[in-house]
Nanobody, 127 residues
Framework: VQLVESGGGLVQPGDSLRLSCAASGGTLDNYAVGWFRRAPGKEREGISRISSLGGNTLYADSVKGRFTISRVSGTVYLQMNSLKPEDTAVYYC???????????????????????WGQGTQVTVSS
């Protein structure tokens, strides 16, 4: 699936942003979708994931309580509140197909578990 992220930008500390991840020409229903980020000079970090049937979400400690992942009408969103300068990074969404039947697939935040990746969207938090 071809993924398209949007919603990045330049904000001040304490502000909010909502990132979107859509499947070009399709839907992310029944895909497990993860959000990752790469800050300058740092390794890629998995920050959030929604399971394929939406029954489970996962957050890294660095964003827990501030970020919320959701899926509406086949598009996955990452609501980011109380942004900090250390949240500055390129944010990527990733997806992997769910399992056959009504099994909720719950991958971890390891990048190798995801098949498809978007091009990334820049988030800059600065005063």
């Amino acid at each position: 699936v071809q993924l398209v992220e949007s919603g990045g930008g330049l904000v001040q500390p304490g502000d909010s942003l909502r990132l979107s991840c859509a499947a070009s020409g399709g839907t992310l229903d029944n895909y497990a979708v993860g959000w990752f980020r790469r800050a300058p000079g740092k390794e890629r970090e998995g920050i959030s994931r929604i399971s394929s049937l939406g029954g489970n979400t996962l957050y890294a400690d660095s964003v827990k309580g501030r970020f919320t992942i959701s899926r509406v009408s086949g598009t996955v969103y990452l609501q980011m509140n109380s942004l900090k300068p250390e949240d500055t990074a390129v944010y990527y969404c990733s997806a992997t197909p769910g399992l056959p039947g009504r099994v909720d697939f719950e991958p971890t935040l390891q990048s190798y578990e995801y098949d498809d990746w978007g091009q990334g969207t820049q988030v800059t938090v600065s005063s």
